[in-house]
């Protein structure tokens, strides 16, 4: 393990300072719950570590201004027992409880798991995130059970963030700190697709930290997360789906739907969300709506049953935004 | 000599309590210490640098910088040039340095030059073995061509169960120092009193120069014997570094990646009965592989071994994987799955209830009246009248509810055991014994045993075991423990009281054999008046103490143990058919046994059985890549196990009567690891409507079974 600088600063100016040009010249460290074991395994070597958890204010929830600001350092356990969050947001709270490890919870924050790295294996065995070996895809030969259905060019590995699918759905900001000074970036493009080996998942540029993640008033819509899991226990999603619908009267005024361990970024499916539009939800329009969502899945050679999971996680996330039992 | 057999069952006052763990406490509070654990001053650690290609010849290896970075102490080279390795994995060198951080930076600065060769690391597809494969030769019993004639129905499937590893929460390893002419060996075994003799003889020191110690063991199920080329390695850096202890342990990747795995085992069977469920005629072509040097058959057909009619073909295929170990119950609960997810598959083609075909069938196997008394007893546990319906045909809805059936049996006799048993003149009672508590609970069977045979409280009775200067146990495999240590025990403790009672027998008037010790008194048969007290007695003892010896020998069980049970588990799953999630309702075990020595550690025992079940049936799976040859999930991420989530409920039966009690004891262990997968897996088909043919039963296994490739449900 390569020796590091460890930093603890105090303010968000003194942070950015700290940070680098490149990646490898310092890592961000919040709860720790991925960034360690990528070091341990020799997949992240920094030369300085910056604590961010001493910074005050990135541990706070507040309502300002029809928005839910939450400080990209509060963890996932602070965020399961703020009032709004248990009232407004139950698509949080789904995706919460999604993470059943109390001690990942405890440590977590809302801010490392969005900025999290992604769970691929060739990625955790060295072999990259794109995975590729004397020019050829080790996913597409190999074991992608767990991998995407909707690539995007090389990348073929799902974004592990369990909130981002409920964020996006929700129409949440992020609050970017860098040297030259803050910016606000919508969270749907936040995520990106690396073309090559030098690009991260996220658009984030190394001197950057994601401060606070802005969330819009639920307003009378109603929102949902359904995963599909393999085991209760810990265990990461085979496919998720996160909504938010905007009732006239029974039917749909207007819906998002965006699906979650699917792609190499959170994948909305704006055309199934069009389609609900004037239609009530019944369990035959949410089963609809899964399968316009999952339209255009490109499946590798092991994983087409998720097409059939992410169709389920839309059907079932809908029918749980409308109040039906699933 | 004195009178060893068992009190009897009604009059024991120890034996049979339903007691914790002595050690209980101590290990959920942190205290107990692990060899993991010894943290001593001066400590080096030592780390393994292994291959990271499946097949490849070292052409040179050059440790020059790695000797040279901060604080590396010494550095081993396991494989020379001109060494094949076989397996992504493979040991090539070990470091020692001060901090672990070092130790493994200097091992990732060793350069190896590597002439990668071509691997093969998957077999589930015969056909690619090509030489790899090594056919068996055929077996063949009776007629088979009538057997299949006179067959009413037959059926033919093809089963997988795939290579799973042992991941025991402490990797294997060892902490050493080796001090002159002495080595202390603190290793993580299942064989205290073995280990050291086997190190000595890869050092080629004697054996008398090292001691071994161990007080607590983080899970072996049958991978730790050895002390393997790392507790070598580990010596010999020890020995480098002028003899300052040395600690090595496997990291999470290399235990699931080098440490032992169970074999595979694939198999295509055709079974024929008659209508009624008479079996008639079995064939089976399977193949297995346990790492480089292939797989044995599991035993099949499995527990119905008397089935008249058998034609069996085996290949064993030779993999670029780490090697097998005995895994609870070696080639068991592969057969069991195999066996009666057949007899599950024509039982449904039957229309028949597979408790009738299972009963109809147990006149071939050698406990025909054990297992229809299990089958009945399990019946009743999972609600079976209410809840089975024919296969598929459940309630409607996404949900599908179904039961099925898994079959164990093992023997569990008690190995060679020694013991020593002193008794002090303060009434305090010593038990050495060279054995090891594998989480089983011996230590508190040990001092149950002793307790019940001096009629001394427990808290008198102090237990010495992991240590190899006490006299020499077995190991701990094969289910043999309980009966090994419950026997010595026993002996050695009623000789000390032989001793004893000649000490006292004058005073109290009567020859010895008429005198009893219970509650903490010597006293007279049929008159408890006329007696001593423990205390008084051993004062009579003066400055000396009394030591006794007491010896299990196999051979020679003398009624105190015995060998050869059934069981029967049953399991309750719900199936959601839109998403091919499965999750456990329940499972129940009924578990053959005989005397039992601490009924609440033996259903603990049960119960964890149960739950690798759950693990091996739904999740276990050792995933290996075809083009880099690496295992992909050797991490307790994607190499899942079950969570207290997905276990659902338990229920175990031991059968604990006058009958059992009197065959003496025996082991445990295994057999009630062998049949979980079975019945998981014929539960799963009973609520879908179709078999899915290999476990781990994943969701995609599932959604395919039921729609095909497309593994979409058309609605």
């Known amino acids: 393990m390569q020796n590091f600088e460890y930093a603890n600063p105090g303010t968000v100016a003194e942070a950015t300072g700290l940070l680098g040009a490149t990646w490898s010249d310092a890592a961000i460290l919040a709860g720790g719950t991925d960034l360690l074991s990528l070091m341990k395994d020799y997949r992240m070597s920094p030369k300085r570590v910056v604590n961010i958890k001493s910074i005050k204010g990135l541990d706070k929830v507040a309502k300002a201004g029809g928005m839910l600001s939450v400080g990209a350092a509060v963890t996932i356990d602070d965020l399961m027992e703020h009032p709004a969050v248990r009232s407004e947001y139950p698509s949080l709270m789904q995706a919460a409880h999604g993470i059943t490890s109390p001690q990942i919870r405890n440590m977590g924050t809302l801010g490392g798991d969005l900025c999290q790295r992604p769970r691929c294996w060739y990625f955790r065995n060295g072999y990259g995130l794109l995975g590729m070996q004397n020019g050829k895809s080790l996913i597409d030969a190999g074991e992608n059970r767990y991998h995407a259905i909707f690539p995007q060019g090389a990348a073929k590995f799902v974004s592990a963030s369990s909130f981002a699918p409920a964020l996006i759905a929700l129409g949440a900001k992020l609050k970017i700190a860098g040297k030259s000074g803050n910016r606000e970036a919508d969270l749907a493009s936040f995520f990106v697709a690396p073309k090559s080996e030098a690009e991260r998942e996220i658009a984030l540029q190394p001197g950057e930290i994601v401060t606070e993640i802005l969330i819009p008033s639920a307003g009378g819509s109603k929102n949902a997360t359904y995963e599909v899991r393999h085991k209760d226990a810990l265990d990461w999603p085979l496919a998720t789906a996160s909504v938010v619908v905007k009732m006239n009267g029974s039917s749909v005024a207007s819906a998002k739907i965006v699906m979650g361990h699917v792609g190499p970024t959170p994948v909305s499916a704006d055309k199934a969300a069009a389609w609900l539009a004037g239609k009530s939800i019944t369990a035959e329009a949410a089963e609809a709506a899964g399968k316009a969502a999952v339209e255009g899945a490109m499946p590798l050679s092991q994983n087409a049953y998720k097409v059939q999971l992410a169709k389920v996680a839309v059907k079932r996330a809908l029918m749980m935004a409308a109040g039906l039992s699933v | ?715």
């Not at chain 2, 694939?266 to 079974?271: D, G, N, P, Q």
């Not at chain 2, 209410?386 to 309630?395: E, F, L, Q, V």
């Not at chain 2, 200067?469 to 026997?487: E, L, R």
């Not at chain 2, 009630?672 to 014929?682: E, H, K, L, S, Y």
């Open chain 2, 1 to 715: 000599m004195a009178n060893y057999s068992w009190p009897e069952m009604k009059s024991r006052k120890v034996i049979g309590q339903r007691l914790s763990r002595l050690d209980g406490i101590e290990k959920s509070s942190g205290k107990a210490k692990y060899t993991s654990d010894l943290m001593p001053n001066g400590l080096l650690h030592a780390v393994l640098l292994s291959s990271p290609h499946a097949h490849a010849i070292v052409r040179s290896i050059d440790t020059s910088e790695a000797e040279k970075m901060p604080g590396v102490k010494s550095v081993r080279v396991v494989a020379k040039a001109g060494t094949e390795v076989q397996w992504a994995g493979a040991e090539i060198a070990y470091v020692a340095a001060t901090s672990e951080p070092q130790a493994r930076d200097a091992a990732r600065a060793i350069k190896v030059n590597y002439e990668v060769l071509p691997h093969f690391v998957k077999e589930d597809q015969i056909t690619r073995a090509g030489n790899r494969a090594k056919a068996a030769g055929e077996q063949v019993t009776g007629d088979v061509d009538q057997g299949f004639k006179d067959a009413a129905v037959t059926t033919e499937g093809e089963y997988a169960i795939p290579v799973i590893t042992h991941c025991c929460l402490e990797p294997h390893g060892q902490m050493i120092e080796w001090k002159g002419e002495q080595i202390n060996y603190y290793p993580s075994t299942q064989n205290v009193s073995g280990i050291g003799g086997d190190l000595a003889r890869s050092l080629n020191v004697p054996a008398s120069q090292i001691k071994v110690h161990m007080d607590h063991i983080g899970g072996g199920f049958g991978a730790k014997f050895p002390s393997d080329n790392w507790g070598k390695e580990c010596a010999n850096m020890s020995k480098d570094a002028g003899g300052a202890p040395v600690r090595m342990y496997l990291d999470r990747a290399q235990e699931l990646t080098i440490a032992g795995v169970r074999p595979s085992h694939f198999a295509k069977i055709k079974l024929g009965a008659k209508a009624d469920g008479t079996l008639t005629a079995w064939e089976s072509t399977s193949w297995s592989t346990g790492g480089f040097t292939g797989g044995g058959m599991a035993p099949l057909p499995y527990v119905f071994t008397n089935m008249p009619n058998k034609r069996l073909n085996h290949t064993a295929v030779s993999i670029n994987g780490g090697g097998a170990r005995a895994w609870r119950a070696p080639n068991h609960p592969q057969a069991s799955f195999l066996t009666c997810a057949a007899l599950e598959d024509i039982a449904a083609k039957l229309n028949l209830d597979p408790i009738e075909v299972f009963s109809k069938n147990v006149q071939f196997t050698p406990r025909a009246e054990t297992y229809i008394r299990q089958l009945k007893r399990a019946a009743v546990m999972i609600d079976w009248q209410k809840n089975w319906h024919p296969r598929g045909k459940g309630a409607s809805g996404n949900l599908k509810r179904g039961l099925g059936i898994g079959i164990a049996t093992w023997g569990g006799l008690g190995h060679a055991s020694r013991c020593l048993a002193k008794i002090n003149a303060d009434g305090t009672v010593e038990v050495m014994m060279g054995t090891q508590d594998l989480g089983t609970g011996t230590r508190t069977c040990i001092s149950q045993v002793v307790s019940e045979t001096l009629g001394v409280p427990m808290n008198m009775v102090v237990v010495r075991i992991g240590d190899n200067s006490y006299p020499a146990s077995g190991a701990s495999g094969g289910s043999t423990t309980i009966g090994g240590i419950s026997a010595s025990s026993r002996k050695a403790a009623a000789e000390a009281l032989d001793q004893l009672l000649d000490l006292v027998a004058p005073q109290l008037g009567v020859p010895k054999d008429q005198l009893q010790a219970v509650d903490s008194r010597i006293f007279v048969k049929g008159n408890p008046d006329k007696a001593i007290s423990w205390k008084a007695a051993c004062q009579k003892l003066g400055p000396k103490s009394i030591e006794a010896t007491g010896e299990n020998n196999p051979k020679q069980p003398g009624g105190l143990i015995n060998q050869g049970v059934g069981g029967i588990q049953m399991a309750d799953v719900t199936v959601d058919i839109e998403t091919g999630v499965v999750r456990m309702n329940k499972m129940v075990a009924v578990q053959d046994c005989g005397l039992i020595v601490n009924p609440k550690l033996a259903e603990s025992q049960v119960n964890g059985a149960c739950i690798m079940s759950i693990c091996a049936a739904l999740m276990e799976e050792r995933v290996m890549d075809n083009v880099t040859g690496r295992v992909l999930n050797a991490d307790m991420e994607f190499y899942k196990l079950a969570g207290i989530k997905d276990i659902g409920e338990i229920q175990v039966e031991m059968e604990i009567d006058e009958v059992n009690d009197k065959r003496g004891v025996i082991g445990l262990g295994e057999p009630c690891a062998v049949g979980g997968v079975a019945a998981i897996a014929n539960a799963v088909a009973n609520a879908i409507g179709v078999r899915v043919p290999s476990v781990p039963v994943t969701p995609d296994r599932v959604l395919s079974a039921l729609y095909g490739n497309r593994m979409e449900r058309l609605a």
